[in-house]
C-alpha cells in the first residue's frame, strides 16, 4: 500500500452535513465560527478563528446555477397560483415577481456558495485535503 493511501484512510472523516450548514450560515466549514466571506461573495483565504486554509475552493458556476434552480421552483408556482388567484393587472404582476426574484437570489446567492464551499471542504477536493506538511514543502 502507498504512502498517500494509507494517509487517506488514517485522516479523520470530515461530516458533510454539518460542513453544509456551516457553509449556509456562511461559516468556516472547519470551526464553525470564523466567517467565511470577505463581503458578500468573496472567500476569505483563510479562517480569522482557526486559521484553516479556504483560497482553495472552487465554486464557480456551481452557486449562481443552484439559485437560479432553487429561485424558479419557488416563483415559477408562485406566479401560477397568484396569477389564477387574483388575475392581476401585467405590469404590477411583473413588479411583485421581478422584487421577488431578485430578492430570493440575493438571499440565496451567499447561502449557496458557502453550501458549495463547505461540500468541497469535507470532500477534501482541489487543496482541501492537504495535509499541513504538504502545503509546508510547496512553499
Not at 502507498?2 to 479523520?12: G, K, L, W
Not at 466567517?35 to 486554509?53: F, I, Q, W
Not at 421581478?98 to 430570493?104: D, P
Request: with cysteine; glycine share 10%; proline share 8%.
Amino acid at each position: 500500500m502507498t504512502d498517500a493511501v494509507q494517509d487517506q484512510s488514517t485522516e479523520i472523516p470530515r461530516g458533510m452535513p454539518r460542513a453544509m450548514l456551516r457553509g449556509w450560515l456562511r461559516r468556516c466549514p472547519s470551526c464553525g465560527s470564523g466567517p467565511m466571506l470577505n463581503g458578500y461573495l468573496k472567500v476569505r483565504d483563510s479562517c480569522p478563528v482557526c486559521n484553516e486554509e479556504l483560497h482553495h475552493h472552487r465554486a464557480d458556476d456551481g452557486p449562481p446555477y443552484l439559485t437560479l434552480l432553487v429561485v424558479g421552483h419557488i416563483i415559477g408556482p408562485a406566479m401560477l397560483w397568484y396569477f389564477t388567484a387574483f388575475e392581476p393587472d401585467p405590469y404590477t404582476f411583473m413588479a411583485i415577481f421581478m422584487v421577488a426574484s431578485a430578492a430570493l437570489s440575493l438571499y440565496f446567492l451567499p447561502r449557496l456558495k458557502g453550501v458549495i464551499v463547505g461540500v468541497q471542504w469535507a470532500a477534501r477536493m482541489g487543496g482541501f485535503g492537504r495535509r499541513a506538511s504538504e502545503r509546508d514543502l510547496r512553499t
